[in-house]
């Protein structure tokens, strides 16, 4: 497994070299290496493979297309016998179907009062704060039911399932159609394999989320690998996407090219000892210029600054408490930059590439 784990690093730790904004072109020698990852079962050993494949930007679908061909038998294979060994009538699936009832119901209430202007009114950052609790926790409580490797058949059924959609997604991807890597065609391959009506209603309520997860994951691992990106970076990009995750939010990707504009304009406050949005560099008056003068990949979004602590969390807090920037964090786009100046002094910027990296 430790040997797995170290190969799995290797061939990703390439994502962070070349003119492509999550690394250039994938080495040859690394290709089968990667194309093997794609053939076992271990979700978390596909997603390397499958994030450097799609950042490579080269001649490699070959070898990505190889590699899910070889895992299609199984992936099929596997999903078709838990097909006959789930009965309709299997109780999880109500236990599920509870638990994805009563966390869609607190994630929706918590993401109304997020993306609420709140005056600075602190009583409702406590109803905020009391509403987000309760969806993290009935978050965790599915999450934890639909934990792979256990040895609950329609879990297991689920994971086989979530294989199969990979395999298909990807396959058009090479292919050169739109194969979006935040959708997992779960409820299209269940119709093609005739499954059960109660497992398709049940799969119907979990698609957005079990794409949602997996999306997330593929950009955290995207973010490991980045190695441009200092830790405080990468910490605090992920701990904003585990965030708007249990809010039902798409995560941002780390970006090198505005976490640069961030860093300028960090660094600007400190040396020029000021305190604002705009600048008085002309050059440099607003974000969206800053966002230019980066030569960011596309288009600028929101920006968020804050004095007063060096981590990542105490950044997250000061926005989080404060409506405008808290809008920006849990708004659209999907592209993040983020850096520290000094010893506190923090930039936040969201944007949207033209042309998403994965």
Known sequence: MRLCLVLLFSLCAQLAFGEHPLGGPLPASLRKAAADQLTVADPARRIGATVRFRADGSDAADDFRGGLNRA??????????????????????????????????????????????????????????????????????????????????????????????????????????????????????????????????????????????????????????????????????????????ILGLKPFLLSEKLSEAAFGHSEEMVKLKYFAHESPVEKNKTPWDRVRNAQFEGDGGGECIYAGGPTAQAAHTGWWYSDGHRLILYGGGNSQGIARFGGGTWTFMTGSFKKYPL
Not at 160 to 176: I, M, N, S, Y
Not at 222 to 244: D, F, G, I, P
Request: glycine content about 2%; some cysteine.
């Open 72 to 245: 299609e038998p199984t992936a099929t294979g596997n999903l078709r016998r838990l097909l006959q060994l789930v009965k309709p009538t299997d109780p999880v699936i109500d236990q599920l179907k509870k638990q994805v009832e009563e966390y869609i119901t607190l994630r929706d209430a918590a993401k109304t009062l997020v993306q609420t202007d709140h005056h600075k009114d602190k009583q409702k950052f406590a109803e905020m704060d009391k509403a987000y609790a309760a969806a993290d926790k009935a978050y965790d409580r599915l999450m934890r039911t639909l934990r792979p490797g256990g040895n609950i058949p329609m879990v297991q059924l689920l994971d086989a399932l979530q294989w199969a959609a990979e395999v298909k997604r990807d396959l058009e991807f090479c292919d050169g159609k739109s194969a979006s890597l935040e959708k997992l065609p779960l409820s299209e391959v269940l119709e093609i394999e005739n499954g059960p009506d109660p497992i398709k209603d049940l799969v119907k309520q979990l698609e957005p989320i079990i794409s949602l997860r997996e999306y997330q994951r593929a950009v955290a691992t995207a973010h490991t690998v980045a190695k441009w990106a200092k830790s405080e970076q990468v910490q605090y990009a992920n701990l904003l996407n585990s965030r708007r995750e």
